[in-house]
């Protein structure tokens, strides 16, 4: 039985998730004020977890483990003052980042679908920033649902 589209993007974010987290964080500390003094290891693990939750989406084809995720770290940093934009220039990197990984790893018979399913996964994601990034200026010291 073949693999499908999401469980191998998931196997190729698990197998580079290392290089992805550290491109990303070096990238984050250049451009954005927030992270600039950030421990560049220290980014790099948070950001390596971001990577793991998304190589899950995609296994699993469904959101709500980044939906956690995003409610739990992106409110926190947003009340902290990382700014809403932030995440989503955060959001377009990585978009970026795995786009060129689909392009190097793909074969030619499941690179339309991998583009397709990257650029939709992040596509969710800038939704659910947005929502949160919404709520917290709404609901100072929230950030998250009320219950």
């Keep these: ?66 939906r956690l995720y995003m409610e739990r770290v992106t409110a926190e940093r947003l009340r902290q003052g990382a700014g809403g934009m932030d995440y989503i220039w955060m959001l377009g990197q990585s978009e970026a980042q795995l786009r060129a990984l689909v392009a190097q790893q793909a074969p030619p018979a499941r690179r339309a679908e991998a583009e397709r399913l990257v650029r939709t996964t992040h596509r969710q994601i800038g939704l659910l920033i947005s929502a949160i990034n919404l709520r917290t200026l709404q609901e100072p010291g929230t950030g998250a649902p009320a219950s």
């Design 1 to 66: 039985m073949e693999q499908s589209t999401g469980a191998w993007l998931a196997a190729q974010i698990q197998a580079h998730q290392t290089t992805l987290a550290e491109t990303l964080a070096a990238t984050t500390q250049a451009q954005l004020p927030f992270y600039r003094d950030w421990d560049r290891a220290r980014l790099a693990t948070g950001i390596a977890v971001y990577f793991a939750t998304l190589a899950e989406v995609c296994a699993r084809g469904e959101m709500e483990p980044m």
